[in-house]
């Protein structure tokens, strides 16, 4: 990423959802990243966002000039107690600044902060479609742990979803 320190990396506020709603709504058009079909809204996203905590499972936003350029989600995963040293992890950037490094910068960011929340092993949900995000993952030592053969549908394509996963504690 070309000039890191003109950016600051910060545990995000309930402030800027709807900053983060917009970035992730950015991405739906494209059906690279998410399963959403239509743009969520910053009420739908309220308890997603309340699930998180700077302690364990943060959000993050990338700034730059006042502005979010991009964020990160570490999502518990099942949801069961056995499960706390896992957890996926999600990146998304806004549409001006992907292609830049923000993605690698901030994947380097999260694996090295996953000792200090407390996770041993990290996730990446991907699509199989979506070569950019898996070609990421694999660069930082993330393995194809499971593949989920056309488990969605994007506008009449079934689509696989690839689970990338990596040890880290």
Not at 84 to 113: F, H, M, P, Q
Request: charged letters at 25%; one cysteine or more.
């Amino acid at each position: 990423m070309q000039q890191q320190d003109t950016y600051k990396l910060r545990d995000a506020v309930p402030a800027d959802l709807p900053a983060i709603v917009h970035i992730y709504n950015s991405t739906i058009p494209g059906r690279m990243v998410t399963a959403d079909l239509e743009p969520v809204t910053v009420q739908s996203r309220e308890n997603w966002f309340a699930e998180h905590n700077p302690e364990t499972r943060p959000i993050w936003v990338l700034e730059k000039d006042g502005k979010i350029w991009g964020w990160l989600s570490f999502q518990s995963f099942y949801g069961r107690p056995a499960y706390n040293g896992t957890a996926e992890v999600s990146i998304y950037l806004d549409e001006e600044c992907r292609g830049r490094g923000l993605g690698r910068y901030l994947l380097e960011k999260a694996i090295a902060a996953c000792p200090e929340l407390g996770i041993k092993t990290v996730l990446g949900f991907i699509f199989g479609h979506n070569a950019h995000s898996l070609a990421l993952f694999d660069r930082y030592g993330f393995a194809k742990w499971a593949e989920l053969p056309r488990i969605a549908e994007l506008d009449g394509i079934e689509r696989d979803l690839i689970i990338m996963g990596k040890r880290v504690g």
